[in-house]
Each structure stands twice: as C-alpha cells, then as structure tokens.
C-alpha cells in the first residue's frame, strides 16, 4: 500500500516556475514507477512525466518535453515534478501515482494516486 499526498502547486505568471513534490508513505517506494498526470475542466485526465524505480528512465509529453523535469528521491520518498517556462494551457489539477508496470503513459497501469494539486497559469 503507498499513500501519496501532492504540495507545491498554486497561481503562477505565464513564464514562471514551480516545483511539485509528491510525499510517498511506505518501505517500497523505490520499488514502484512514479507518475505525473493532469486534468483540465472538462477534460481527461493526462499523462505529464514519469520515472523508473531507479530514477534512470523518464519520459515526457511532448507537450512538457524540455520544460518540465521529473526526479525522485527514494531516501526521502519524495517524488518531484520541476515546471519551468509554464503556460496557461499547463493549468490543471495535478496528480502524482506509483505503479508497478515500468514507465507508462496510461492511468490505468498506475495502482495508486494523490489528492490532486491545483496549478493555475496567468496569462
């Protein structure tokens, strides 16, 4: 069992920056692929980032990809997601999850998920 719990979000200019962290309870953190993912109004819910149990494997939308960078710390359980260069269509709620399926793009291969952290760009 992995309880997530997300921080960091908030109301940013378009061209700023935030970091996201995603708290992770439990001995087996290192053992699971971490996730970032997003949900627009009205929308479906996407993938953003994720990365491998060894934090050598990470991929990106293409959409984020040389904007936003992805990294865990597993002695502190801690899972990040660095937002530079943000865009008002980069609002949404954002979620952290852990799987155990290796890095995948599909909600529906990550077995756990945080609370959500709104992130709102300005224009």
């Known amino acids: 069992q992995v309880q997530l719990v997300e921080s960091g979000g908030g109301l940013v200019q378009a061209g700023g920056s935030l970091r996201l962290s995603c708290a992770a309870s439990?001995?087996?953190?290192?053992?699971?692929?971490m996730g970032w993912f997003r949900q627009a109004p009205g929308k479906e819910r996407d993938f953003v980032a994720a990365?491998?149990?060894?934090?050598?494997?990470?991929y990106y939308a293409n959409s984020v990809k040389g904007r936003f960078t992805i990294s865990r710390d597993n002695a502190k359980n801690t899972l990040y997601l660095q937002m530079n260069s943000l865009k008002p269509e980069d609002t949404a709620v954002y979620y952290c999850?852990?799987?155990?399926?290796?890095?995948?793009?599909?909600?529906?291969?990550?077995?756990?998920w945080g609370q959500g952290t709104q992130v709102t760009v300005s224009s």
């Open positions: 990365i491998a149990w060894i934090g050598r494997g990470t």
């Open positions: 999850a852990a799987g155990l399926r290796g890095v995948t793009t599909t909600p529906a291969d990550y077995n756990y």
């Open positions: 439990g001995r087996t953190f290192s053992s699971y692929t």
